[in-house]
């Protein structure tokens, strides 16, 4: 993401300008503006989660909409409907083969965020652990 961009997803003169410009000229493109200031970057995560979701609701389906299409055409030629219905049955295997290599890879890309997430979290408890040893005696930090 260009971080110089004049208008990014924060609290800048610009954004706050559109905002207001937005209220005064019609009220639901104020609003519109105020959602982008606020969860703008959440909104490419979120976008990003849900067509992930989506594709794999309808994998299957897409699947067995592509066998079916293809079962009912035959063109009397014996010997290269079996061969196509042997290619389909190996780019079948493929695409199957490249979904559990993609959901595994996102089940490592998981992991490696859990295990960030895990060292910083106990980074955060010893420097705070550190924190009250130092303090002064009668004075504990909440």
């Not at 937005?22 to 976008?47: C, E, N, Q, S, T």
């Not at 067509?51 to 009397?76: I, K, L, P, S, Y």
Request: net charge neutral; proline share 3%; charged share 35%.
């Amino acid at each position: 993401m260009n971080q110089s961009a004049l208008i990014r997803p924060d609290w800048t003169p610009a954004t706050i300008a559109l905002m207001v410009l937005g209220f005064i000229v019609f009220w639901p493109l104020g609003l519109a503006m105020l959602a982008y200031i606020l969860f703008g970057d959440k909104l490419r995560a979120f976008k990003k989660d849900a067509n992930e979701g989506v594709d794999r609701m309808c994998a299957g389906f897409r699947r067995h909409q592509h066998r079916a299409h293809w079962a009912h055409h035959r063109t009397g030629n014996v010997a290269f409907d079996d061969w196509r219905e042997a290619e389909l049955r190996r780019l079948d295997e493929e695409r199957r083969k490249l979904d559990e290599m993609r959901e595994e890879f996102d089940a490592y890309v998981r992991e490696l965020r859990r295990a960030k997430d895990q060292e910083e979290f106990d980074r955060f408890m010893r420097e705070r652990k550190n924190g009250r040893e130092g303090s002064a005696p009668g004075f504990e930090a909440h």
